[in-house]
């Protein structure tokens, strides 16, 4: 029985350890707006993944309301371009909110929104997190790409989902790797 224990702790130190990120040019504050901000975001696009138009609703009020509280105070430059990609993105959630559009129409501001949060994060150099731009090269009516972020590098493709009228579940995991946002200083 001791060697069974020996030999279960043996494998806890040969499992993969977590790499420490180095120390952030960012506040904790700014850091946890952020990271809540995202997570909410994840929410969002787990939501168009499976189709969910009365989530939605919720899901992108619970973003608006985590992109209000991010502390962009502490950025340093022209916090006129920061306070820019945020009030782009309010308008985008307006529109996803708005329930008298289609899912259609709400995808296409799920894309703008995606642009936005991009650029505020590449300009921020938001350092506590790998983040993945992918790309969907079908995502509107087959023809028009469409972006998302994911925080893993696997692709579940908010803009064909689950059940498209179409193609049903199979083109879930279509979509490519576009750009990686990392200044985590871990590769």
């Keep these: 029985m001791i060697l069974s224990l020996a030999a279960c702790n043996s494998s806890d130190?040969?499992?993969a350890k977590e790499v420490a990120l180095p120390p952030s040019k960012h506040s904790d504050t700014f850091n946890h707006s952020v990271q809540v901000a995202m997570q909410n975001y994840y929410h969002l696009t787990e939501a168009f993944v499976n189709w969910d138009s009365v989530s939605l609703t919720s899901v992108a009020s619970e973003l608006t309301i985590s992109l209000n509280n991010l502390a962009l105070s502490e950025?340093?430059?022209d916090s006129s371009v920061f306070a820019s990609y945020i009030v782009a993105a309010h308008t985008d959630l307006n529109a996803i909110r708005n329930n008298d559009l289609s899912i259609?129409?709400?995808?296409l501001a799920l894309n703008a929104l995606?642009?936005?949060l991009y650029g505020f994060l590449k300009t921020a150099q938001?350092?506590?997190q790998k983040l993945y731009l992918q790309k969907c090269p079908m995502a509107f009516n087959d023809?028009?790409?469409g972006v998302w972020l994911s925080e893993a590098d696997s692709i579940r493709n908010p803009y064909l989902g689950l059940h498209h009228p179409r193609y049903g579940k199979g083109m879930l995991e279509c979509g490519e790797i576009k750009d990686v946002v990392n200044f985590t200083g871990v590769k």
Excluded: I, Q, W
């Excluded at 259609?104 to 995808?107: I, L, S, V």
């Design 13 to 15: 130190e040969n499992s």
């Design 143 to 145: 023809e028009e790409p």
């Design 104 to 107: 259609a129409t709400k995808r």
């Design 75 to 77: 950025l340093k430059g």
């Design 126 to 128: 938001y350092d506590r």
């Design 114 to 116: 995606t642009d936005h």
